[in-house]
């Protein structure tokens, strides 16, 4: 079987660990081009031995995990038009021109895959897009912002806000700018990306009314988490006290958790949200679709 060569933006935690994986696992895969801002910084994952290094050109799939919306807008609309596979965690830019790039993706025959782009490594968007398939999901409900998990529940054993944050931080589960977890952001973009497959109309992180954690006051003992909530009349992300024997009161550290409520039976994924490894994964999955001739489009595709 001939190679898919992937034209890969961004050598973050997430684009080493996929050019780790795309080396040793098992799809025939090639790594043609890795792009980045400033190939002589020094990084943690030196930069593959014998790739070009530039933007993707004459390869079958362009992956996109360079993250901001100015950049990965111009490349996805190029890529697209061309009709070539656009591979992203890009939630950002989904959740703002999300029904523009599945149109572009669906008028020229090419696919639009974002796995990665909600729950890490968790297949959050492909359960819903299969449990969306009857039409009859009723609700959305679930945690998807490890950083706030982590500072409200180290808020939750007495520690401070600013301790928490920064621990969060080390970690390595904070965005670039973590004022987009703590200020709800992150939980929207991927509430707007979940709630356009539920329910087949894309719906911009601007319709979610979202609050974040920023002020937040949690006692001793208190579960207190960021809860993201749909319905199809209404998105929201806001801090919820939660019942101790609720599943979502047991997510803990880098899992995320998603309920989806279908003709009245609840149905529940959890796992890593965040993390190269875990999110790699997610964009190594939706490789394996193409290499098997799948052109999947994310929300539909129609124009
Ligand atoms: N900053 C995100 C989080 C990373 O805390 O969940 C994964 O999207």
Redesign the pocket.
Known sequence: MPRLRIGLIGWGTVGSALGELIESGPLPLELESVAVRDAARERSRALPDGVRIGLPEGVDVVVELAGGVDGPLGWARETLATGLPYVT?N?ALLASHGDELSRLAGANRGALLASA??G?GTPMIEMVEHLAATGQIESLRGI???????ILSAMGEGRSYADALRA?QEAG???AD?S??VEGR??AQ?LAILASVAWGRWRGESEVDSSGIVGVAVQPGETIRLVAQATRERMTVEPIQLQTSSPLAAVAG?E?ILEVVVAGATFRISGP??GGRA?AGAVYADLARLVAGERPILFGGAS
């Open positions: 965690a939630k782009s909600v890490g998807v912002n490890a950083t706030t998990t982590y969060a589960y904070a965005e973590p987009f977890d992150d939980a991927k880098v995320s949200g965040a999110t």
